[in-house]
């Protein structure tokens, strides 16, 4: 997985540490949680939906509900890198319990200016990522701390692994 860590952990016990490590812990035995920071970059969508469906996979999340993940992922990191400003934090938490599967996209907050891709685009060929997710999304929306502003989305289904 691209040197990330992601499962069932005692949480006394979690994942790997360090500079720009994701580490992977779980509150108890029903939930399954991932942090992944990741860099202000194009390249971080793609970086994101790896991680994302390794984890999934690994946790026994059924394919679809990956496939809906990846793109409920792709979306919200594609936002934080064209239209806030650094850090980029990718939260992944799987309550088996509730039957939900929760992604948050923690950035810096609002950037001044639009990002490269979003600049060279004409408007009618961007902007479209929020009505994606509220279309495939069980709830989504975001709210702002000092250190910048949490995107989220749910998704329930079936069961979040065995």
Known sequence: MDGHSASDTDPATPGPTGAGAPTAAATSGLTRRLHAPLKHSRQSPGLARRITASALASWGVDEDTIAT??????????????????????????????????????????????????????????????SIISCVANAHGAYTRTSGTIHWATLTYGACGS
């Open 69 to 130: 993940a990846l793109l409920v992922v792709s979306e919200l990191v594609t936002n934080a890198v064209e239209h806030a400003q650094p850090s980029i934090v990718l939260h992944l938490s799987c309550e088996r319990a509730r039957q939900r599967l929760r992604v948050q996209v923690a950035d810096g907050g609002p950037a001044s200016s639009e990002g490269s891709w979003t600049s060279s685009c004409a408007p009618d060929e961007h902007g479209r990522g929020l």
